[in-house]
């Protein structure tokens, strides 16, 4: 099972850009769920996890006040609400299985090809 990202693109900083995740033909309902991003020439690094019934999360000091995670299961889909872009922001981002909301000690599976995000003016 390969996780699909999408919803990246180009904006300007301060913008807000909102990714979508879907796993077609998979359920996401009892799974945790998490948002990753690579920056060119950086490690993949772990940003946003959602507990599988949505009443926990966990976010990366980076993006803390200014991503927002959440899911719609009857949807199947797990969003990540992104305001207040930087380009520091620039990346690929991944959703993924098996994150946790304790902290960021995960890297996450079954991410598909990510979706990529250009935060420049």
């Known amino acids: 099972v390969q996780l699909q990202a999408s919803g990246g693109g180009l904006v300007q900083p301060g913008g807000s850009l909102r990714l979508s995740c879907t796993a077609p033909?998979?359920?996401?309902?009892?799974?945790?769920i998490g948002w990753l991003r690579q920056a060119p020439g950086k490690e993949r690094e772990p940003l946003s996890c959602i507990s599988a019934g949505g009443g926990r999360s966990y976010y990366v000091d980076s993006v803390k006040g200014r991503f927002t995670i959440s899911r719609d299961n009857a949807e199947n889909t797990v969003y990540l609400q992104m305001n207040s872009l930087k380009p520091e922001d620039t990346a690929i981002y991944y959703c993924?299985?098996?994150?946790?909301?304790?902290?960021?000690?995960?890297?996450?599976?079954?991410w598909g090809q990510g979706t990529l995000v250009t935060v420049s003016s």
């Open positions: 033909g998979f359920t996401l309902d009892f799974r945790a």
């Open positions: 993924a299985t098996e994150c946790h909301t304790y902290g960021s000690g995960w890297q996450g599976a079954n």
